[in-house]
């Protein structure tokens, strides 16, 4: 899987990218809300935060392929991680 980092902005509910490219059609997303104002930030500025995670990410990778997990496993880490701590 690829990632890729879009910026946007929402307009009445929708996700439209800044600088007019189009997005893919029908792509699974993760909207991450900045908490300083996009318009004021240049995309270099705006690209920082995510280089920062993808590098994170990169650094630490996952520690079970998730791929290779049996679907009764996935459900017991999925309850597992909705008990309260």
Excluded at 17 to 24: A, I, R, Y
Excluded at 51 to 77: C, G, M, N
């Amino acid at each position: 899987m690829t990632l890729q980092a879009y910026p946007v902005r929402l307009e009445g509910g929708v996700v439209k990218s800044v600088d007019g490219t189009p997005l893919p059609e029908q792509a699974y997303a993760m909207l991450v809300i900045l908490p300083a104002p996009a318009r004021t930030m240049s995309l270099e500025e705006w690209q920082k935060p995510f280089d920062a995670f993808f590098a994170a990410v990169q650094a630490h990778p996952p520690i079970r392929d998730l791929s290779k997990v049996t679907d009764a496993e996935l459900s017991a880490l999925v309850h597992s991680a909705r008990k309260p701590q």
